[in-house]
């Protein structure tokens, strides 16, 4: 049976409504999407959820306490609770540098985490 | 250390990076950002979730990642810093004063200024929140650097007042970082900020977000304990037996931004009420000759990417202004808010400009339409002079239209410019 779900993208700024026409796991039709971004999004999001996740891990003897970190790609939404807790546990020397691998292969995802700045040492 | 150059930016966010650049890249030799804080980036630093350079790189980037980009460019090119100095005066004559812990009191002189001081949020008093004055209250942005920079968490038990971006954003961030955010309040009928926002924030989270309704008191004596919450009609007289007392620890106001003008003011420069930043032409350029405003110092922008922008054309009228110590102008013209439009930025058009480059408008919907929309440019008689379709209107999101440099003809034989948004 085709089932009708209604979904706003959230791919860009724009914010397009969608509507994913549906049989059990395959996407039958996307509606409403301004680009092919949107459509791969519409797929995504019944099939497989994910989204960019950011937070921050603490830095020993930095500029800051904290150096902002961000997953290199899109992470499972039904795991990012989880992703918060182990990222509770990171603890950095500095310096750190932008794009290094603050945890590898995140709960098994393949997905790295990694610093979104530099970090320098304290003056 | 130099007393004279080319251009001085105050503020080193998108726009003072993105000026910086500019003016450097347009021939202008000796280029200075004064910079109040330790570091360079502006509020950037603080914003370090994903969604940054969409539109000008065609890549999601985190705010920290974004301003680091800029940063680079700016040491690169030469540019001059001053950190960790505040700036106390302009003059019209573009003269600035500042003082920092190793120099004291300094003086310099510029042949251009490109105001970039960004915004700040109102606050409790703006909205005048009315009951008691306990610890716990504070602005988003505030919040933002506490847990983003700081590394302090806040509370515990939040309660969000407006759906600002800042606002659901920060809903996102305290739910990751272990809190409970009871509800998000927003006083107009529909969203203020982006709907992306509300769906990654909001929805993705469970949080709770109620439309037309507001806090009506604040409770606790030394620490927030509650709020009162209340349904508001549209003229936000409060509904009566819509009361809810939610428990909290916390409460945070996501409820505007002010482009920050302080300085502009001492240095002669007008502002539009209705957008409290100053009045500009198409190249950035103040009622002042040569002081020049870029960014969220001009109207509050909702994405950074065409803070960057306005920063590139601000940075390059300061160059040129500060090579030849005029610009070239043609004739100006309005660009006045038409139907359904709240504000048009730039104010006003130099009709020769468009022969060498195009033209960015940017304004505000009134009243949100929620179908397939036209925003056009109009002449005196109603001939469409440049138009773009849009799925919708939202006064939380701004409408973007280029007048692209083959309407040149038609811009120099119109008298008025008046922008529209209309349904299709």
């Not at chain 1, 020993?60 to 039904?78: C, D, E, I, Q």
């Not at chain 2, 250390?1 to 993105?18: E, F």
Request: glycine content about 8%; hydrophobic content about 40%.
């Amino acid at each position: 049976m085709t089932e009708v779900s209604e979904i706003i993208c959230v791919a860009c700024p724009k914010g397009c409504p969608l509507q994913v026409r549906y049989e059990g796991d395959k996407v039958l039709e996307v509606l409403g999407a301004g680009c092919q971004r949107g459509k791969d999004y519409a797929i995504c999001e019944l099939q497989d959820p994910r989204r960019m996740v950011a937070s921050t891990v603490k830095v020993k003897g930095g500029l800051h306490p904290l150096v902002p970190v961000y997953t290199r790609s899109a992470f499972p939404k039904p795991l990012i609770p989880q992703l918060a807790q182990a990222l509770r546990q990171v603890e950095m020397p500095a310096p750190v540098v932008i794009d290094q691998v603050v945890l590898e292969n995140a709960l098994g995802t393949g997905i790295d985490i990694i610093a979104s700045r530099d970090m320098p040492e304290a003056s | 250390m130099k007393q004279t150059y080319d251009v001085i930016i105050i503020g080193s966010g998108p726009g003072g990076l993105a000026a910086a650049i500019a003016a450097k890249e347009n021939g202008a030799e000796d280029v200075l950002i004064i910079e109040r804080d330790v570091e360079l980036g502006g509020i950037l630093v603080q914003c370090i979730h994903n969604g940054f350079g969409l539109e000008l790189f065609d890549k999601d980037m985190p705010g920290p990642a974004y301003a680091q980009y800029f940063i680079e460019k700016v040491k690169g090119l030469g540019i001059h810093i001053l950190m960790d100095t505040m700036v106390l005066d302009i003059t019209s004559d573009r003269k600035i004063y500042a003082i920092n812990k190793d120099q004291g009191y300094i003086e310099l002189n510029a042949r251009a200024v490109v105001l970039a001081m960004g915004c700040r949020e109102r606050t409790r008093a703006q909205i005048l929140l009315p009951g008691a004055r306990p610890a716990g209250v504070y602005t988003a942005g505030t919040a933002q650097r506490f847990v983003n920079v700081e590394g302090h968490m806040p509370g515990e038990k939040f309660v969000i007042l407006g759906s600002g971006d800042i606002g659901m954003i920060m809903a996102r961030r305290l739910t990751i970082e272990g809190a409970r955010v009871e509800r998000v309040l927003e006083i107009m009928p529909y969203l203020t900020g982006l709907t992306r926002n509300y769906v990654q924030c909001l929805l993705d989270y469970g949080i709770t977000l109620q439309k037309q309704r507001t806090v009506n008191r604040i409770i606790g004596r030394n620490r927030v304990e509650a709020i009162e919450a209340v349904s508001v009609d549209e003229k936000w007289n409060p509904i009566s037996g819509s009361k809810e007392i939610i428990p909290c620890d916390t409460l945070l106001l996501s409820v505007g931004l002010i482009p920050e003008n302080e300085l502009s003011k001492k240095a002669g420069v007008l502002l539009d009420p209705i957008t409290n930043g100053p009045y500009v032409d198409d190249r950035f350029m103040t009622n002042v000759p040569g002081i020049f405003a870029a960014g969220n110092v001009v109207h509050v922008y909702d994405l950074v990417d065409w803070v960057t922008e306005a920063g590139y054309v601000a940075g390059k009228g300061a160059a040129q202004f500060a090579q030849s110590e005029k610009i070239k102008a043609g004739p100006q013209i309005a660009l006045e808010a038409g139907e359904n439009i709240r504000y048009v930025v730039p104010h006003t058009l130099d009709k020769d400009h468009l022969a060498e480059d195009l033209v960015r408008l940017q304004m505000r919907a009134i009243v949100p339409i929620e179908e397939r929309v036209l925003v056009t440019v109009e002449d005196q008689n109603g001939a469409v002079i440049a138009k773009k379709g849009e799925a919708y209107a939202r006064p939380g999101e701004i409408l973007s239209l280029v007048i692209k440099p083959n309407a040149y003809e038609a811009v120099q034989k119109a008298t008025s410019l008046k922008v529209n948004v209309r349904k299709r």
